[in-house]
């Protein structure tokens, strides 16, 4: 039996458009991530938070972390996603930046989101 090679190159989202978030974490070039045990033991945080967390860590670099982006890769809605979300910064595990850019045209962008092991 022969291994398949794996494909590490993380998801792609076509169609992502948005800033992109900053992922702070630390990474195994094998496709796993090491995280903190307290994000796994927090009771305070549901799996739809926990499951958020773990889906902005292992996404690439070049992948926009927006509430709407991450809703179009998921089962979750928009809504569900955006409660998880919150979560995650009610509790420090996640942060959002202060100031939104505004477009070519003067809509105002999206947010930066920056995950956090330990808050």
């Known amino acids: 039996m022969t291994d398949a090679p794996i494909d590490d190159t993380g998801p792609?989202?076509?169609?992502?458009?948005?800033?992109?978030?900053?992922?702070?974490w630390r990474t195994v070039p094998d496709r796993y991530i090491h995280a903190s045990n307290r994000l796994r033991e927090d009771t305070r945080l549901s799996h739809?938070?926990?499951?958020?967390?773990?889906a902005i860590a292992t996404g690439t670099d070049d992948t926009p972390v927006t509430i709407?982006?991450?809703a179009d890769h998921s089962a979750d809605g928009r809504h569900?996603?955006?409660?998880?979300v919150n979560e995650l910064l009610r509790y420090?595990?996640?942060t959002?930046?202060?100031?939104?850019?505004?477009?070519?045209?003067?809509?105002?962008g999206t947010y930066e989101y920056s995950i956090i092991?330990?808050?």
């Open 80 to 84: 569900a996603v955006s409660s998880g």
């Open 117 to 119: 092991e330990t808050p």
């Open 92 to 94: 420090g595990y996640l």
């Open 68 to 70: 709407n982006n991450l």
């Open 96 to 108: 959002r930046s202060t100031t939104r850019t505004r477009n070519t045209r003067g809509h105002l």
């Open 12 to 24: 792609t989202w076509p169609g992502a458009r948005g800033d992109r978030g900053r992922r702070n």
């Open 48 to 54: 739809n938070a926990k499951g958020i967390w773990f």
